[in-house]
């Protein structure tokens, strides 16, 4: 599985926005060649929420490349509880994130044959995840309809 393919597969899922930093954007060096994936029914980058899934490289010419997904707490204990001291090196192999496992991101290097289809139905999972808070939050935010203020006369 390539990263494009992981990308396409991103940009069908509906209202689904992909965000690829490139030289001479808007985007520090430091993330040209990543990836970032929202959802984003109005297709502009949220200004309030994260990524739901990342891909990551070395720059823009990666060689290895790391598809990161928040999949929530109880789904990273399911996915990495084989391992008792993960290794994040190698390979098709789902890992706590090095940083964000607490908050329930997985990480695989460059997903194959082993964890290929399991990462699209995760980032299908996380996209939906994604689309539900946008929601509630949309919902939240709205007034009510119908009533009154409260005082008849």
Request: proline fraction near 14%; avoid cysteine.
């Amino acid at each position: 599985m390539s990263m494009e393919q992981i990308i396409a597969a991103v940009r069908g899922f509906p209202g689904a926005l992909v965000l690829l930093p490139e030289p001479g954007g808007e985007y520090p060096e430091e993330s040209w060649g990543d990836a970032f994936f929202y959802y984003s029914p109005d297709g502009r980058l949220p200004r309030t929420t994260q990524p739901y899934a990342t891909i990551t490289t070395a720059g823009p010419d990666p060689a290895p490349w790391t598809l990161n997904i928040h999949v929530g707490r109880s789904a990273l204990t399911a996915l990495t509880s084989t391992d008792p001291l993960p290794d994040p090196t190698p390979p098709d192999r789902f890992h706590p994130h090095p940083f964000y496992a607490p908050q329930g991101w997985v990480s695989v290097l460059a997903p194959a044959e082993r964890t290929g289809a399991a990462a699209l139905r995760l980032l299908r999972n996380a996209h939906e995840a994604a689309r539900e808070r946008h929601e509630r939050r949309r919902a939240s935010r709205t007034p009510p309809t119908g009533g009154g203020s409260g005082s008849e006369t």
